[in-house]
């Protein structure tokens, strides 16, 4: 799987969930270099606190595949995923878990983690900004 085209499908999932209101975070499944599952935030859509994308990317494998466990497969994610996703990767047996930007406040070491290599460090600053933008609109 071409680690640009990831890159560019997370953000453009993450806007597109930015345009819909949701907290600007996607996810994508990959399970031998094809993408299995893509998704972002979908909480006000959904009315669900779990409804985070790496949640439902997790989900939406897990039926196509038929199995829960998953541990044939990477993901990737714009953001570090919170305590509560973790666990969910954790129990889904997920070895790989690949992601943009750790934090909000992140500033210019794109070697901090394994996607950011692949990375243009334009896409990563744009997608700071987008997720920038969203918290300064819940104010």
Not at 39 to 46: G, M
Request: with cysteine.
């Amino acid at each position: 799987m071409n680690e640009n085209r990831i890159v560019k499908e997370l953000l453009k999932l993450a806007n597109k969930a930015f345009k819909k209101g949701e907290i600007p975070v996607s996810a994508l499944l990959v399970q031998n270099g094809k993408i299995i599952a893509k998704t972002y935030n979908k909480r006000e859509k959904n009315h669900d606190i779990t409804a985070h994308a790496e949640i439902l990317a997790i989900k939406k494998s897990a039926k196509k595949l038929k199995r829960w466990n998953l541990s044939d497969c990477d993901l990737y994610v714009t953001l570090k995923p919170c305590s509560m996703c973790m666990e969910v990767i954790k129990q889904s047996r997920i070895q790989n878990v690949y992601y943009l930007l750790d934090k909000l406040n992140y500033k210019h070491d794109f070697m901090k983690t394994n996607l950011c290599k692949f990375a243009y460090e334009q896409d990563i600053e744009s997608y700071q900004q987008l997720l920038s933008n969203f918290f300064q609109n819940m104010r």
